[in-house]
């Protein structure tokens, strides 16, 4: 007679894991699928409206105001981007946005790479209530500032100026803070060799602790030049004439005698947020690290 062999605790454990981890992937896999779907459904909600503009802009009015969902247009064609371009001030606006958008970039990098270096490395009396009053200065939303703001500029008669557009936007702490960390992380040494070769303070900057932090200016420059141009509410009170608004602004100031041209309308603002989208694409990279920094900042 043949023995027959019972199976052991072994043999049962080589048996059963297969089978768990087999219904452990199933269910990672629709879990996965589920959380995929979710996030195309979402993705596609965000960018409807997105769409929904463009494909109105490409349509002719008597189309746009028709009753029914039209995803795409029976004809396409390309007048109310002709009328924003030939028939609105749009090139002029572009070019009081690049003026104001690159002074505020220039101004905030240089300002806060200085305020960052020289809280990080120097000693000054009043050093340390300098820092605590940039870190507080994110409790104090920059809106509740705008009527001082406004004041101030007028007694100054800076309205409708673009130094008076730029000034209010050059107050960005988190750059000062993040210059600040990143300064502080550079090695001793660098300083302490400088300092025997008889550098000062404004090449150690420039020439050591800037170069080492070419990302983040690269980022934290792109972020602040986006936030600049994107910027509405303070420029949309500080100038009341044609010729010195952002493209931002100006938009608000199409509009025709014989009622809402909604094609018109559209058209003008994707040509407005198309240059800050075209920069997104292209640096996307160093705009989502600086969100990042920025974010890591603030939490």
């Known amino acids: 007679m043949s023995a027959v062999s019972t199976p052991t605790g072994a043999d049962l454990d080589a048996l059963v894991l297969p089978q768990r981890r087999q219904r452990w992937l199933r269910t990672f896999d629709l879990a996965g699928l589920i959380v995929t779907l979710l996030t195309v459904f979402v993705a596609i909600l965000w960018a409807f409206p997105l769409y929904w503009g463009v494909v109105t ?62 809280i990080s490395q120097l000693r000054f009396p009043g050093r340390k209530v300098l820092w605590w009053m940039i870190l507080a200065s994110f409790m104090v939303p920059i809106q509740a500032l705008i009527v001082n703001h406004f004041i101030l500029l007028s007694q100054f008669h800076l309205i409708n100026t673009w130094v008076g557009v730029t000034l209010p936007q050059l107050i960005a702490p988190v750059t000062v803070i993040i210059y600040k960390q990143f300064f502080d992380s550079v ?20 020439r050591i602790y ?90």
Request: charged residues 10%; without cysteine.
């Open 187 to 206: 090695p001793k040494d660098f300083r302490e060799a400088a300092v025997i070769d008889g550098a000062n303070d404004f090449q150690l900057l420039f």
């Open 57 to 118: 802009s490409l349509k002719p009015e008597n189309e746009v105001v028709q009753s029914g969902l039209q995803l795409w247009p029976q004809h396409v064609t390309l007048d109310a981007y002709v009328h924003a371009l030939f028939e609105t001030k749009i090139g002029l606006w572009y070019i009081n946005s690049l003026v104001t958008s690159l002074s505020v970039t220039v101004l905030v990098l240089i300002m806060g790479a200085g305020a960052g270096y020289a």
């Open 210 to 299: 800037l170069p080492m932090n070419w990302g983040i200016t690269t980022a934290l420059a792109i972020i602040t030049f986006i936030a600049a141009w994107n910027n509405f509410l303070w420029p949309f009170l500080a100038v009341t004439s044609e010729q010195v608004m952002n493209v931002s602004v100006g938009i608000t100031q199409v509009f025709d005698a014989f009622g809402v041209k909604y094609a018109r309308d559209l058209a003008t603002a994707i040509l407005a947020g198309l240059p800050v989208a075209v920069l997104y694409l292209i640096f996307q990279r160093r705009v989502t690290q600086a969100i990042m920094l920025s974010a890591g900042i603030k939490g």
